[in-house]
């Protein structure tokens, strides 16, 4: 509670947040993982700006679309430039693409990138406005191998996170040439169903009726099971490109199943697109009262998507430049760790340092500045607490730390140039000096695994 007269205290912005030391290990462990597995697959890192001119994303992902219509942050420069923060990252790499003429660079671009991206979303489980994604990018290819290989990529870092029931769900929503008959008659079938919709499909009937396939309201989600697929209305290109990806998938044992339904929230995706989930089969506790819902329950009541993409050979062409095949996908990185810490998945270990620095009195404080450098150098994992004097204070903290060896600095041995090194585990101790401390300290390692 607030004091009177007390200012309150300021918080994070609304659906932002820190990310404390503990959560930043599954960040790293995260984006390691993905990372080493994208560059074994020859994909280099890029970084774009957090802000673009907002242009950028009005037409690729689309006009009509939530992030567009009510999700940017966008604001005008005092020069008058209407500019957002980046709401994804897939039109940036277009535009650095076409910017920086990665056409003349041996094709195809493969390019990955993590950081922020801002949607100003209501906030909900999963749902953040600042959250981050691992993405990645294969430009300038239309083979369904690289369709493929995007959505292995992905499945592989959750796999190799320690995912267990990993499903990729996935579709083809065809391209320019076969959409359109599509679309009419899917218009038609809503149509007929007009009084039935949410107020939002509503609109969306006029707008893109493939939205209404997204749309999470119950009676929206009862009139799509009869409603048209888009498979049916394939052209004979987009069918071949669809088998072959999955073909691919197949060949590389990448679980999936086909969602007829399956549409993705910007206009940029053509042919291929793709989410994958974790399928959940952790029990359920057994005793709750009549008509509770476990926690667990209502998490799994609606599974969110750890990950999703696509084909997007439209876009360059959204943007005005002449069509580029490519297709990609990204991992959200708050979803994967949340899942991670909810599911257990554990950590891989950090090395944990054997070696422990303690000093005691203020010349024995100076050297003990230094040589944590020295240990540095010498690639010496040492943990120390130079704002304590009191021996025995740090010794316990060396033995809770499980340190092997303890390096004691006193006022003598500061004045004389050696180290006390103290063999943790038996209690014995020596007198070494300076000049002869790594070779001795490295030999004592040696002895403790
Ligand atoms: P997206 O599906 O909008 O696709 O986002 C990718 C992933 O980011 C989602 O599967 C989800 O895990 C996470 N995500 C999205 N919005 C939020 C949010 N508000 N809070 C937390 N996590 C979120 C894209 O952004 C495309 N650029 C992906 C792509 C790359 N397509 C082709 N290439």
Known sequence: MVQKGK??????????H???????????????????????????????????HAELFLRPLGETSDVVQKEMYTFRTKGGDLLALRPEGTAAIMRAFAEHGMASWPQPVKLFYEGSFFRHENPQRGRYREFRQFGIEILGDMDPVSDALSIKALYLTLLELGFKNIMVHINSIGNRDCRPAYKKELSNYYRKKFNYLCKNCKRRLKENPMRILDCKEATCIELKAQAPQMIEYLCDGCKTHFRGTLEFLDEAGIPYMLDNYLVRGFDYYSRTVFEIFVEDDAPIPKELKEGEVAPEEKERAAPIALAGGGRYDDLMMLLGGKPLPATGGGIGIERVMHEMKRLSLPLKAKPQPKVFLIQIGPAAKKKSFVLLDKLRDEHILVDSSLSR????????????????????????????????????????????MDQKLFEKLKAKLKTKK
């Open 389 to 432: 004097d009191n021996l025995k204070t740090q010794l316990n903290i060396a033995a809770k730390i499980e340190a092997r060896v303890a390096l004691i600095v006193g006022q003598k041995e500061a004045m004389e140039g050696s180290v006390i090194m103290r063999d943790m585990d038996e209690g014995i101790q020596e007198t070494v």
């Open 18 to 52: 820190d990310m404390l030391p503990a959560d930043v290990r599954y960040y790293d462990e995260l984006t390691r993982t993905a990372r080493e597995i994208v560059e074994y697959y020859g994909f280099s890192e890029i970084k774009t700006p957090h802000v673009e």
């Open 7 to 16: 200012k309150e205290m300021i918080r994070s912005p609304k659906g932002m």
